[in-house]
């Protein structure tokens, strides 16, 4: 089990998730490192969280090289109330313009047509990413900031892998 | 040299970039040609970046690719700085 250091670079409790990553070929990745030392208690040792300071390109290419399929766990919204992202958000977005897999848990809803009725349900990162911005629309209307969330898309698409060589 | 994006990457088609630009404009009320609108300059800034970074230069039979973010060690900065600054008349 990984133990709470602050000063640990790059993402949290990877070291010790190495094994568990590579054995269910995808990482589970938290906001709060010490939701890891709960879920490798649990058994789910493939949890990291982010790392304490910015997200370094070394960080990004040494979980690549274990996984390309990341799952958000205890997300919660996209931007804050001053409209800035979020920083696993954030975080969420770059791995995904760096081409992974990346995918939010939504809270709550489990799938029931799978083998494991109480399966957790994904979605697309994108999709939520979108939808989260589109519910603070609704529910604070604004043309200003309507057309910033739209741009903050739009730049994100632009960015995925599908668009670097358009034919 | 350290190469930054991954070639083996999966890329989505096509059809899959149109389904989601659709997707994405009707969640904001928009219509696909008014979100494209908006797409276009991100698109373009991003294909431009992509042609830069393909750029390379042969010299003696060897190929070399610069990183067009981080200017090579033997660059002097200092000069080009400079350069920009007399341009745009800064003090």
Redesign the interface.
């Known amino acids: 089990m990984p133990k709470v250091e602050i000063q640990e670079q790059g993402f949290y409790g990877l070291d010790a998730s190495t094994d568990m990553i590579a054995e269910s070929g995808f990482a589970i990745l938290l906001s709060d490192p010490a939701m890891v030392v709960s879920y490798h208690a649990e058994g789910k040792e493939n949890a990291i969280s982010l790392p304490a300071g910015t997200l370094k ?1 070394d960080d990004f290419f040494r979980l ?1 090289k274990l996984t ?1 399929n990341i799952k958000i766990d205890g997300l919660s919204g996209v931007i804050d109330e001053l409209d800035a992202e979020l920083p696993m958000a954030e975080a969420g977005r770059f791995l995904t313009e ?4 990346v995918e939010v848990r939504e809270d709550g809803s489990v799938d029931e047509s799978g083998d494991d009725p109480q399966a957790p349900v994904y979605i697309d990162f ?1 999709d939520y990413y ?2 989260g911005l ?1 519910y603070k ?1 609704i529910r604070q209307p604004e043309t200003k900031r ?1 057309k910033k ?3 903050m ?3 994100f ?11 | 040299m350290l190469k930054w994006w991954p070639n083996s990457f999966q890329k989505l088609d096509n059809t899959i970039i149109h389904i989601k630009t659709n997707e994405i404009a009707k969640k904001f009320g928009l219509t696909q040609g008014a979100f494209s609108k908006v797409l276009r300059p991100y698109v373009e800034k991003r294909k431009n970046l992509a042609v830069q970074q393909h750029e390379h230069v042969v010299i003696d039979d060897q190929q070399f690719v610069f990183d067009i973010a981080h200017l090579p060690e033997y660059v002097d900065q200092g000069f080009f700085s400079g350069m920009v600054s007399s341009r745009l008349r800064i003090p």
């Open positions: 390109k690549s390309r760096q081409g992974l897999r994108l979108v939808r589109t629309l309507s969330f739209v741009e898309v739009a730049e698409l632009s960015k995925t892998r599908q668009y670097d060589h358009p034919h």
